[in-house]
Protein backbone atom coordinates (compact mmCIF):
# COMPACT_ATOMS: atom_id res chain seq x y z
CA UNK A 1 0.00 0.00 0.00
CA UNK A 2 1.32 3.73 -0.84
CA UNK A 3 1.22 6.19 2.05
CA UNK A 4 2.43 9.65 1.55
CA UNK A 5 5.38 10.61 3.10
CA UNK A 6 5.93 14.17 2.09
CA UNK A 7 6.23 16.97 -0.60
CA UNK A 8 9.14 18.56 -1.30
CA UNK A 9 9.31 22.29 -2.97
CA UNK A 10 7.35 21.59 -6.82
CA UNK A 11 8.19 17.51 -6.43
CA UNK A 12 5.12 15.30 -6.75
CA UNK A 13 4.39 13.93 -3.30
CA UNK A 14 6.71 10.91 -2.45
CA UNK A 15 5.03 7.55 -1.95
CA UNK A 16 6.86 4.54 0.37
CA UNK A 17 8.25 2.63 -2.09
CA UNK A 18 7.59 -1.52 -2.45
CA UNK A 19 11.12 -2.62 -3.02
CA UNK A 20 12.97 -1.26 0.30
CA UNK A 21 17.01 -1.51 0.43
CA UNK A 22 18.10 -4.74 0.20
CA UNK A 23 21.80 -5.13 0.69
CA UNK A 24 23.83 -8.11 -1.21
CA UNK A 25 24.05 -9.51 2.00
CA UNK A 26 20.61 -9.52 2.90
CA UNK A 27 20.99 -7.07 5.15
CA UNK A 28 17.94 -3.94 5.59
CA UNK A 29 19.29 -0.47 5.27
CA UNK A 30 16.85 1.32 7.55
CA UNK A 31 19.21 3.85 9.07
CA UNK A 32 20.79 6.80 7.05
CA UNK A 33 23.28 9.23 8.71
CA UNK A 34 23.59 12.45 6.99
CA UNK A 35 26.65 14.97 7.37
CA UNK A 36 25.28 18.28 6.69
CA UNK A 37 28.44 20.10 7.19
CA UNK A 38 32.26 19.06 6.85
CA UNK A 39 32.83 21.91 8.98
CA UNK A 40 33.53 22.18 13.10
CA UNK A 41 34.01 24.78 15.11
CA UNK A 42 36.45 22.65 17.14
CA UNK A 43 39.68 20.98 16.00
CA UNK A 44 40.05 17.24 18.03
CA UNK A 45 43.41 15.99 17.15
CA UNK A 46 42.29 12.62 16.36
CA UNK A 47 39.35 13.80 13.89
CA UNK A 48 41.00 16.61 11.40
CA UNK A 49 44.38 18.29 11.13
CA UNK A 50 44.76 21.83 12.68
CA UNK A 51 44.40 23.83 9.70
CA UNK A 52 42.05 22.29 7.58
CA UNK A 53 40.87 23.04 3.96
CA UNK A 54 36.94 22.52 4.43
CA UNK A 55 34.72 21.95 0.97
CA UNK A 56 33.71 25.29 -0.47
CA UNK A 57 30.22 26.29 0.42
CA UNK A 58 29.02 26.43 -3.40
CA UNK A 59 29.76 23.00 -3.50
CA UNK A 60 27.28 22.10 -0.15
CA UNK A 61 23.71 20.92 -0.95
CA UNK A 62 21.08 23.31 0.11
CA UNK A 63 18.94 22.16 2.76
CA UNK A 64 15.95 22.13 0.49
CA UNK A 65 17.91 19.83 -1.77
CA UNK A 66 19.33 17.93 1.97
CA UNK A 67 15.28 17.33 2.93
CA UNK A 68 14.67 15.89 -0.59
CA UNK A 69 17.03 13.48 -0.69
CA UNK A 70 16.31 12.27 3.17
CA UNK A 71 12.50 12.06 1.84
CA UNK A 72 13.56 9.67 -1.32
CA UNK A 73 15.51 7.66 1.44
CA UNK A 74 12.57 7.15 3.84
CA UNK A 75 10.07 6.29 0.83
CA UNK A 76 12.93 3.81 0.04
CA UNK A 77 12.48 2.26 3.93
CA UNK A 78 14.78 4.43 6.21
CA UNK A 79 13.47 5.06 9.46
CA UNK A 80 15.70 6.27 11.37
CA UNK A 81 17.98 9.61 10.26
CA UNK A 82 21.02 11.04 11.98
CA UNK A 83 22.27 14.93 11.33
CA UNK A 84 25.61 14.36 11.74
CA UNK A 85 28.83 16.99 10.83
CA UNK A 86 31.51 18.21 11.04
CA UNK A 87 29.74 19.95 13.81
CA UNK A 88 25.65 20.15 12.39
CA UNK A 89 24.61 22.68 14.29
CA UNK A 90 27.54 25.45 12.31
CA UNK A 91 25.57 24.57 9.77
CA UNK A 92 23.60 27.91 8.74
CA UNK A 93 19.93 27.50 9.43
CA UNK A 94 20.34 24.13 10.16
CA UNK A 95 16.79 24.69 12.13
CA UNK A 96 14.84 24.39 9.14
CA UNK A 97 16.10 21.27 7.95
CA UNK A 98 15.63 19.50 11.53
CA UNK A 99 12.21 20.70 11.54
CA UNK A 100 11.16 19.66 8.03
CA UNK A 101 12.63 16.02 8.62
CA UNK A 102 10.46 16.25 12.51
CA UNK A 103 7.28 16.71 10.27
CA UNK A 104 7.79 13.36 9.08
CA UNK A 105 8.22 11.35 12.34
CA UNK A 106 5.04 9.26 12.25
CA UNK A 107 4.56 8.99 8.57
CA UNK A 108 7.41 6.64 7.53
CA UNK A 109 10.06 8.10 9.85
CA UNK A 110 10.23 6.40 13.05
CA UNK A 111 13.37 8.77 14.83
CA UNK A 112 15.40 11.75 14.22
CA UNK A 113 18.38 11.98 16.43
CA UNK A 114 21.53 14.32 16.23
CA UNK A 115 25.38 13.50 16.94
CA UNK A 116 26.99 17.34 18.44
CA UNK A 117 29.98 18.18 20.33
CA UNK A 118 27.43 20.29 22.81
CA UNK A 119 28.99 23.74 21.50
CA UNK A 120 25.81 25.20 20.34
CA UNK A 121 23.47 23.02 21.98
CA UNK A 122 22.53 25.96 24.48
CA UNK A 123 20.95 27.91 21.87
CA UNK A 124 18.99 24.89 19.80
CA UNK A 125 18.27 22.42 22.56
CA UNK A 126 14.93 23.78 23.26
CA UNK A 127 14.14 23.87 19.70
CA UNK A 128 15.58 20.54 18.78
CA UNK A 129 13.12 18.83 20.94
CA UNK A 130 10.18 20.79 19.91
CA UNK A 131 11.20 19.87 15.93
CA UNK A 132 10.30 16.00 17.26
CA UNK A 133 13.83 15.11 18.51
CA UNK A 134 14.64 12.93 21.35
CA UNK A 135 17.87 11.99 21.57
CA UNK A 136 20.59 13.52 20.74
CA UNK A 137 24.76 12.26 21.29
CA UNK A 138 27.02 14.44 22.47
CA UNK A 139 30.99 13.90 21.95
CA UNK A 140 33.46 14.66 25.55
CA UNK A 141 36.80 12.74 25.32
CA UNK A 142 37.19 14.33 28.84
CA UNK A 143 36.13 15.88 32.18
CA UNK A 144 39.16 18.04 32.59
CA UNK A 145 39.09 21.46 30.83
CA UNK A 146 42.65 21.55 29.92
CA UNK A 147 43.05 18.25 28.43
CA UNK A 148 39.48 19.38 26.99
CA UNK A 149 41.05 22.38 25.34
CA UNK A 150 44.56 20.40 24.00
CA UNK A 151 42.32 17.27 22.82
CA UNK A 152 39.58 20.10 20.72
CA UNK A 153 42.25 22.38 20.12
CA UNK A 154 39.86 25.48 20.38
CA UNK A 155 37.24 23.94 22.41
CA UNK A 156 35.28 25.58 25.52
CA UNK A 157 34.22 22.95 28.26
CA UNK A 158 32.37 25.42 29.88
CA UNK A 159 30.16 26.04 27.06
CA UNK A 160 29.83 22.37 26.12
CA UNK A 161 28.42 21.34 29.96
CA UNK A 162 26.19 24.46 29.69
CA UNK A 163 24.63 23.07 26.57
CA UNK A 164 24.69 19.43 28.47
CA UNK A 165 22.24 21.46 31.00
CA UNK A 166 20.32 22.66 28.32
CA UNK A 167 19.60 19.83 26.75
CA UNK A 168 18.45 17.97 29.56
CA UNK A 169 16.15 20.71 30.71
CA UNK A 170 14.75 20.85 27.43
CA UNK A 171 14.03 17.27 27.75
CA UNK A 172 16.20 15.88 25.35
CA UNK A 173 18.05 11.95 26.42
CA UNK A 174 21.66 12.06 25.94
CA UNK A 175 24.30 9.87 24.95
CA UNK A 176 27.55 10.79 25.76
CA UNK A 177 30.42 9.72 23.14
CA UNK A 178 34.40 9.60 24.33
CA UNK A 179 37.31 7.87 22.02
CA UNK A 180 39.38 6.22 23.82
CA UNK A 181 42.86 7.82 23.35
CA UNK A 182 45.89 5.60 24.85
CA UNK A 183 47.59 8.10 27.91
CA UNK A 184 45.18 10.53 27.25
CA UNK A 185 41.85 9.68 28.49
CA UNK A 186 42.03 5.76 29.67
CA UNK A 187 42.43 6.49 32.91
CA UNK A 188 39.63 9.01 33.27
CA UNK A 189 37.01 6.57 31.71
CA UNK A 190 35.52 5.16 35.70
CA UNK A 191 34.93 8.99 36.39
CA UNK A 192 33.64 9.86 33.08
CA UNK A 193 31.59 7.07 33.59
CA UNK A 194 30.60 8.02 36.92
CA UNK A 195 29.65 11.42 35.56
CA UNK A 196 27.57 10.09 32.68
CA UNK A 197 25.23 7.50 34.79
CA UNK A 198 24.89 9.81 37.75
CA UNK A 199 23.14 12.40 35.26
CA UNK A 200 21.01 9.51 34.09
CA UNK A 201 23.40 9.48 30.21
CA UNK A 202 24.25 6.14 28.52
CA UNK A 203 27.72 6.43 27.96
CA UNK A 204 29.88 4.89 24.84
CA UNK A 205 33.44 4.30 24.09
CA UNK A 206 34.21 4.30 20.78
CA UNK A 207 37.95 3.26 19.51
CA UNK A 208 39.77 5.79 17.37
CA UNK A 209 40.00 5.10 13.79
CA UNK A 210 42.28 5.70 11.11
CA UNK A 211 41.01 8.36 8.45
CA UNK A 212 42.22 11.39 6.66
CA UNK A 213 45.68 12.77 7.42
CA UNK A 214 45.97 14.35 11.13
CA UNK A 215 49.41 15.70 12.75
CA UNK A 216 49.63 12.99 14.78
CA UNK A 217 50.06 9.23 14.60
CA UNK A 218 46.89 7.36 15.31
CA UNK A 219 49.45 4.57 16.52
CA UNK A 220 50.49 6.05 19.28
CA UNK A 221 46.49 6.48 20.42
CA UNK A 222 45.01 3.45 19.62
CA UNK A 223 43.70 1.75 22.78
CA UNK A 224 41.50 -1.73 21.81
CA UNK A 225 38.56 -1.82 24.02
CA UNK A 226 38.89 -5.18 25.07
CA UNK A 227 41.74 -3.72 27.38
CA UNK A 228 39.75 -0.87 28.33
CA UNK A 229 37.32 -3.04 30.00
CA UNK A 230 39.47 -5.29 31.41
CA UNK A 231 40.75 -2.06 33.36
CA UNK A 232 37.02 -1.31 34.40
CA UNK A 233 36.30 -4.16 35.47
CA UNK A 234 38.95 -4.14 38.32
CA UNK A 235 36.29 -1.30 39.27
CA UNK A 236 33.17 -2.22 38.21
CA UNK A 237 30.63 -5.38 37.38
CA UNK A 238 29.49 -5.00 33.77
CA UNK A 239 26.80 -7.71 32.71
CA UNK A 240 26.29 -7.64 28.50
CA UNK A 241 22.79 -6.82 27.83
CA UNK A 242 20.99 -6.95 24.25
CA UNK A 243 19.92 -3.43 24.45
CA UNK A 244 20.28 -1.73 21.13
CA UNK A 245 19.95 1.71 20.00
CA UNK A 246 20.18 1.02 15.82
CA UNK A 247 24.01 1.69 16.24
CA UNK A 248 26.82 -0.20 16.01
CA UNK A 249 27.58 -0.11 20.08
CA UNK A 250 27.52 -3.48 22.36
CA UNK A 251 25.95 -2.42 25.25
CA UNK A 252 26.77 -3.52 29.55
CA UNK A 253 25.05 -2.71 32.62
CA UNK A 254 27.54 -1.47 34.91
CA UNK A 255 26.07 -3.12 38.17
CA UNK A 256 27.61 -0.20 40.64
CA UNK A 257 25.75 2.70 38.95
CA UNK A 258 23.01 1.02 37.45
CA UNK A 259 23.42 2.89 33.76
CA UNK A 260 24.45 1.38 30.37
CA UNK A 261 28.09 1.40 28.97
CA UNK A 262 28.53 0.74 24.98
CA UNK A 263 31.09 -0.43 23.34
CA UNK A 264 32.04 0.56 19.44
CA UNK A 265 35.04 -1.58 18.39
CA UNK A 266 35.63 -0.92 14.37
CA UNK A 267 39.36 -2.09 15.03
CA UNK A 268 39.18 -4.74 17.23
CA UNK A 269 35.60 -6.54 16.65
CA UNK A 270 33.98 -6.14 13.55
CA UNK A 271 30.43 -5.29 13.44
CA UNK A 272 29.37 -5.50 10.24
CA UNK A 273 27.00 -8.34 10.29
CA UNK A 274 24.50 -6.26 11.21
CA UNK A 275 25.26 -3.19 9.71
CA UNK A 276 21.78 -0.84 8.54
CA UNK A 277 23.72 1.90 7.85
CA UNK A 278 24.15 4.23 4.76
CA UNK A 279 25.54 7.76 4.85
CA UNK A 280 25.56 10.93 2.90
CA UNK A 281 27.90 14.07 2.90
CA UNK A 282 26.30 17.30 2.48
CA UNK A 283 27.67 17.13 -1.26
CA UNK A 284 25.26 14.40 -2.55
CA UNK A 285 27.70 12.00 -1.90
CA UNK A 286 26.60 8.16 -0.22
CA UNK A 287 28.86 6.30 1.21
CA UNK A 288 27.71 2.79 1.19
CA UNK A 289 30.42 1.55 4.36
CA UNK A 290 32.26 4.04 6.25
CA UNK A 291 35.38 2.03 6.25
CA UNK A 292 35.22 2.03 2.39
CA UNK A 293 35.84 4.38 -0.45
CA UNK A 294 33.32 3.24 -3.17
CA UNK A 295 30.39 5.83 -3.02
CA UNK A 296 27.59 6.78 -5.62
CA UNK A 297 27.22 10.29 -6.67
CA UNK A 298 23.27 11.25 -5.70
CA UNK A 299 23.82 15.20 -6.51
CA UNK A 300 24.04 13.92 -10.10
CA UNK A 301 20.62 12.51 -10.29
CA UNK A 302 19.31 14.79 -7.46
CA UNK A 303 19.70 17.98 -9.81
CA UNK A 304 18.59 16.35 -13.45
CA UNK A 305 14.78 16.23 -12.90
CA UNK A 306 12.41 17.09 -9.95
CA UNK A 307 11.00 13.53 -10.76
CA UNK A 308 12.57 10.94 -8.05
CA UNK A 309 12.19 7.88 -10.63
CA UNK A 310 16.09 8.90 -11.35
CA UNK A 311 16.75 9.41 -7.83
CA UNK A 312 15.33 6.79 -6.39
CA UNK A 313 17.02 4.68 -9.08
CA UNK A 314 20.22 5.71 -8.21
CA UNK A 315 19.83 4.94 -4.38
CA UNK A 316 19.30 1.41 -5.62
CA UNK A 317 21.87 1.44 -7.42
CA UNK A 318 23.90 2.10 -4.58
CA UNK A 319 22.65 -0.08 -2.45
CA UNK A 320 23.75 -3.14 -4.72
CA UNK A 321 27.34 -1.92 -4.01
CA UNK A 322 27.41 -1.70 0.07
CA UNK A 323 30.30 -4.17 0.92
CA UNK A 324 29.94 -7.30 3.34
CA UNK A 325 32.36 -4.86 5.48
CA UNK A 326 34.91 -2.30 6.03
CA UNK A 327 38.85 -1.69 5.93
CA UNK A 328 39.55 0.26 8.76
CA UNK A 329 43.22 -0.47 8.43
CA UNK A 330 46.57 1.49 8.19
CA UNK A 331 48.57 1.73 4.84
CA UNK A 332 52.30 0.91 6.61
CA UNK A 333 54.13 1.18 3.74
CA UNK A 334 53.25 4.83 3.36
CA UNK A 335 52.06 5.59 6.65
CA UNK A 336 48.66 6.81 6.21
CA UNK A 337 45.19 6.16 6.81
CA UNK A 338 43.37 3.83 3.97
CA UNK A 339 40.52 6.10 4.27
CA UNK A 340 41.93 9.00 2.48
CA UNK A 341 38.41 11.79 3.71
CA UNK A 342 38.87 13.19 7.15
CA UNK A 343 36.05 11.76 9.61
CA UNK A 344 34.05 15.30 9.60
CA UNK A 345 33.43 14.41 5.98
CA UNK A 346 30.97 11.70 6.39
CA UNK A 347 30.20 11.94 10.16
CA UNK A 348 31.26 8.87 11.70
Not at 183 to 197: K, Q, T, V, Y
Request: glycine content about 8%; hydrophobic content about 35%; proline content about 4%.
Amino acid sequence: MNTRVGTIGNASPLTADANPMIDPFGRAVTYLRVSVTDRCDFRCTYCMAENMTFLPKKDLLTLEELDRLCSAFITKGVRKIRLTGGEPLVRKNIMYLVRQLGEKIGSGLDELTLTTNGSQLSRHAEELYECGVRRINVSLDTLDPDKFRKITRWGDFAKVMEGIDAAQKAGLKIKLNAVALKDFNDSEMPELLRFAHGRGMDLTVIETMPMGEIDEDRTDQYLPLSELRADLEKQFTLTDIDYQTGGPARYVRVTETGGRLGFITPMTHNFCESCNRVRLTCTGTLFMCLGQNDAADLRAALRATEDDALLQAAIDEAITRKPKGHDFIIDRTHNRPAVARHMSVTGG
